[in-house]
């Protein structure tokens, strides 16, 4: 029972070069979510898709973009990879919706990615 | 727009004193509540959950939380502390209408010493 896989687990950009965070999830989670976490900032939501097919911005999401390629996998892309993106980047997947919200989330094990 | 504070960004004890984590919410309504550790390198890992009935709710590891809706807090709380309990612990908000995806706290780092 895997939960929720990230790759890579490290990653090391130079300015201006663009990556995909990949993430999959295993339980049949409806909702997927992208979180930066920084030191003293608790964590970002970046963006989210509340069910297949659908994205939305979260509090940060300039300079990314992501892609719900089906109900499993949610990706995150940096076009343009900037010093300030320097971060630990989690996925987390849930039920979702008001009436399971209750259930919480199960996150992956996070990205590090420092852009240099 | 919920909002959540932890009052405390490093909190020290020593292995087998008591522990409490203060969480304190801004929402116009009972909301969901959401305590999260996290130990180094690792993702978050849920510790236990409110969002009805009982005000003391029970979750994994030994921790526990209380709900008090007159103090708009949900305080973690541990017995007796073990060194293995050194994380990072994140308080977490959801509303019950609108949007619900939860929004977290800065954290408390705990620090146990032998």
């Known amino acids: 029972n895997a939960g929720v896989t990230q790759t890579p687990k490290f990653q090391v950009l130079k300015t201006g070069q663009s990556m995909t965070l990949q993430c999959a999830q295993d339980?049949?989670?409806?909702?997927m979510y992208w979180y930066r976490q920084d030191p003293g900032m608790g964590l970002r939501l970046i963006y989210y898709s509340a069910s297949e097919g659908t994205t939305d911005k979260g509090e940060v999401p300039n300079g990314y973009n992501v892609s719900r390629l089906n109900k499993r996998e949610f990706s995150l892309r940096l076009e343009s990879a900037a010093p300030s993106q320097t971060s630990v980047y989690f996925c987390a997947s849930s039920w979702g919706g008001v009436l399971r919200a209750n259930y919480g989330y199960t996150f992956g094990s996070g990205t590090r990615l420092t852009v240099v | 727009a919920q909002s959540v504070t932890q009052p405390d960004i490093h909190i020290t004890v020593s292995e087998g004193a008591s522990l409490e984590l203060r969480c304190n919410y801004s929402y116009g309504a009972t909301p969901y509540l959401f305590w999260y550790v996290q130990s180094p390198g690792q993702g978050l890992q849920l510790l236990l959950k409110?969002?009805?009935?009982?005000?003391l709710v029970q979750g994994i590891k030994g921790f526990e939380a209380e709900f008090k809706r007159s103090q708009s807090s949900f305080n973690l709380r541990k017995p007796s502390v073990h060194w293995s309990d050194a994380a990072e612990y994140f308080c977490?908000?959801?509303?019950?209408?609108?949007?619900?995806?939860?929004?977290f706290g800065r954290g408390t780092s705990l620090i146990v010493h032998p």
């Open positions: 977490a908000v959801g509303a019950v209408w609108g949007s619900y995806i939860p929004t």
């Open positions: 409110y969002f009805s009935g009982d005000t």
């Open positions: 339980m049949n989670h409806n909702s």
